[in-house]
């Protein structure tokens, strides 16, 4: 990370993704971000979410047949 004195008044691009993050969460609300998470759940689900949702699928059966052999 870069030293104060090296940075002269520029934000770092995490220091400045943070700072508008807050001024989002500030301006917008708790709500806002539940339903740009449930938009973002429909586009996954349309694009990627295909295998995402198998891998979850095949992973739910392996948990459950540990279950049945008593792990």
Not at 10 to 39: C, D, L, N, P, R
Request: charged share 40%; glycine share 22%.
């Amino acid at each position: 990370m870069a030293k104060e004195s090296e940075k002269k008044g520029k934000m770092s691009v995490q220091e400045a993704g943070h700072k508008g993050g807050e001024a989002t969460a500030k301006s917008h609300g708790h709500e806002f971000y539940e339903e740009i998470g449930h938009k973002g759940g429909e586009k996954g689900g349309q694009k990627g979410g295909k295998q995402v949702q198998e891998e979850v699928r095949r992973y739910e059966e392996m948990k459950g047949k540990e279950g049945e052999r008593g792990h």
